[in-house]
């Protein structure tokens, strides 16, 4: 089992920044990939990025250039640098796992929630313009 808890969620002004983290209960960097996700109102979840234990890292196209995902394996804990934030990344964010050793070719693939087997409560993100 792989317990997620996220933080750092908060509100910001269109342009700022946040950085999100998230612990886990055990260590994660060589088995399992991680992956950010957010929901917002009446929305589907959608995966934001995603990070294998290679370090490498997949991003949705809506963020790429503006958010970073990184893991520090010493601590456990997985980050989203989030920069220039737009009041369309209001969300709930999520922390997620998966068991494996590389990403998916294309983020449709990877970014499948059903891929996902361990989840943390979220945070939220709100962009005010």
């Known amino acids: 089992q792989v317990q997620l808890v996220e933080s750092g969620g908060g509100s910001v002004q269109s342009g700022g920044s946040l950085r999100l983290s998230c612990a886990t209960s055990?260590?994660?960097?060589?088995?399992?990939?991680m992956a950010w996700f957010r929901q917002a109102p009446g929305k589907e979840r959608e995966g934001v990025a995603a990070?294998?234990?290679?370090?490498?890292?997949s991003y949705a196209d809506s963020v790429k250039g503006r958010f970073t995902i990184t893991q520090d394996n010493a601590k456990n804990t997985l980050y989203l640098q989030m920069n220039s934030l737009k009041p369309e990344d209001t969300a709930m964010y999520f922390c997620?796992?998966?068991?494996?050793?590389?990403?998916?070719?294309?983020?449709?693939?990877?970014?499948?929630?059903?891929?996902?087997?361990?989840w943390g409560q979220g945070t939220q993100v709100t962009v005010s313009s």
């Open positions: 997620a796992a998966r068991r494996g050793q590389r990403l998916y070719y294309y983020n449709a693939d990877e970014f499948r929630v059903s891929r996902y087997n361990y």
């Open positions: 055990r260590y994660t960097a060589s088995t399992y990939c």
């Open positions: 990070i294998a234990p290679d370090g490498s890292a």
